[in-house]
C-alpha cells in the first residue's frame, strides 16, 4: 500500500468532488527538505527552526541563518516556506541566554513570549528571514501566540527590521505573508481579532490539546485526554476554521493530528485548506483524501463533534 501511495504522492490530492488540499512537510533541518520532495510535498508547513540555536554556545548570526533559509528555499524554488520563528524558552533553555528557572516551563516565557523579551535574537531571525525571501515564496509564522499584543508587537519589530533593510538597500519579498500558530485556547477565543492582523493561521494540535485539556502532551497517564482527536480539540479546530474563512484568510493544521488517517476525513470536513504532516506520511495522506468526498467527510466531522471522547472518534473512523 506504502508503494502504491509512492507512486501517486507527486499528484496534487484532490478529493473524489474536486477539493483541492494543499499537503505540506514538516522539517527541522536542511537534509529533510529533499526527503519532504521525494515524498511528494507541495511545500514546507512548518520548518522548526530551534535546530539553528539549539546544542551550542552563542546564538547563530544573520548569516549563518541566511545561508541556511536559502538552502533549503533554493530546493523548494517557488514552493511556498513557511518558516516558525524561535520556539524555545521554557523546557527548552539557550544556554548563552540566562534564563530565570520556571516551575511551570510550558506555562512560562516560551515562543513569542521569549522572543519579545530578547528582541535581538528575534530581530536577527526575521533580518534572515527577510533576506532569504528574495525570488521565493517565504511565509513567516509566529508560535505560541495568545494575545493580539503580542502580534501587533511582533508586527512593530518586521516592519523595523523591513524600513532597515530598505534603507540598506537589502532586496526582500515586500508582500511576504506573515501567520500565527494557533495552538493557545486564548488564540481560538480571539480568532476573530487575530484573524484581521494576519494572513493565515495554522493549528498546532500538539500544544493545543495540551492546553485546551489541561493535561502535559508528555504525560503518558493523561493520553486519553490530550488526544488531540478528543471532542473538545476538534471543535476548537471547527471554531478556527469557520472564523478564519469568514475573515477571508486560509488556515492550515501542522500538528500530529494531521499525520492521523483516523482524522482526515474529519479535518477535511472542517474545512482546513492544508495539512502539514511529517514527510514520511505524506503518500498516505494523499492517497486517503483522494479516497474521501467532502460532502461526505462533513458529516463524518459533525457526527464526531457530537462524540463523548477522543476513543469514540476513533471508532467511528476506524
Ligand atoms: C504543535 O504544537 O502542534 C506544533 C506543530 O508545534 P510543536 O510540536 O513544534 O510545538
Ligand atoms: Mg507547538
Redo the contacts with the bound molecule.
Keep these: 500500500a506504502q508503494q502504491e501511495a509512492l507512486a501517486k504522492a507527486h499528484q496534487p490530492a484532490i478529493t473524489r468532488d474536486g477539493k483541492q488540499v494543499s499537503v505540506f512537510a ?1 522539517i527541522g533541518s536542511i537534509a529533510d527538505v529533499q526527503v519532504a520532495l521525494a515524498s511528494g510535498a507541495e511545500g514546507v508547513g ?1 520548518l ?1 527552526t ?1 535546530f539553528l540555536y539549539l546544542g551550542r554556545t552563542s546564538a547563530p548570526t544573520e548569516e549563518e541563518q541566511l545561508a541556511v533559509y536559502q538552502a533549503i528555499a533554493q530546493v523548494l524554488d517557488q514552493q511556498p516556506l513557511i518558516i ?1 520563528t524561535l ?1 524555545v524558552g521554557g523546557d527548552k533553555p539557550l544556554p548563552y541566554i540566562q534564563g530565570v528557572p520556571e516551575t511551570n516551563p510550558f506555562l512560562g516565557c516560551r515562543g513569542i513570549r521569549f522572543c519579545l523579551e530578547h528582541p535581538d535574537i528575534f530581530t536577527t531571525q526575521l533580518r534572515a528571514i527577510l533576506r532569504a525571501s528574495t525570488g521565493h515564496n517565504i511565509k513567516i509564522m509566529l ?1 505560541m501566540i495568545a494575545s493580539i499584543t503580542e502580534v501587533r508587537a511582533a508586527k512593530e519589530i518586521l516592519n523595523e527590521v523591513q524600513r532597515e533593510l530598505r534603507q540598506a538597500a537589502i532586496p526582500f519579498d515586500a508582500n511576504i505573508q506573515l501567520g500565527i ?1 494557533i ?1 493557545v485556547p486564548a488564540a481560538v477565543a480571539i480568532a476573530d481579532q487575530l484573524a484581521a492582523e494576519v494572513d493565515f493561521f ?8 495540551q492546553y485546551v485539556m489541561a493535561g502535559d ?1 508528555n504525560n503518558p497517564r493523561v493520553a486519553n485526554l490530550t488526544d488531540a482527536l478528543h471532542p473538545a480539540v476538534l471543535r476548537m479546530i471547527q471554531r478556527t476554521v469557520k472564523v478564519a474563512h469568514d475573515a477571508g484568510i486560509w488556515v492550515g493544521l ?4 494531521a499525520a492521523e488517517t483516523a482524522a482526515t476525513a474529519i479535518l477535511l470536513g472542517l474545512g482546513l485548506d492544508e495539512l ?1 504532516v511529517n514527510p514520511q506520511a505524506i503518500p498516505i495522506l494523499k492517497q486517503a483524501i483522494a479516497q474521501l468526498s467532502i460532502s461526505q467527510s462533513q458529516a463524518i466531522a459533525a457526527s464526531a463533534l457530537q462524540l463523548d471522547s477522543a476513543e469514540q472518534v476513533r471508532q467511528l473512523t476506524a
Excluded: K, Q
Design positions: 514538516n512548518l522548526r530551534e516558525r520556539d508560535p500558530m495552538e495554522s493549528i498546532g494540535t500538539n500544544d493545543l490539546s502532551r501542522c500538528g500530529e493530528l502539514s
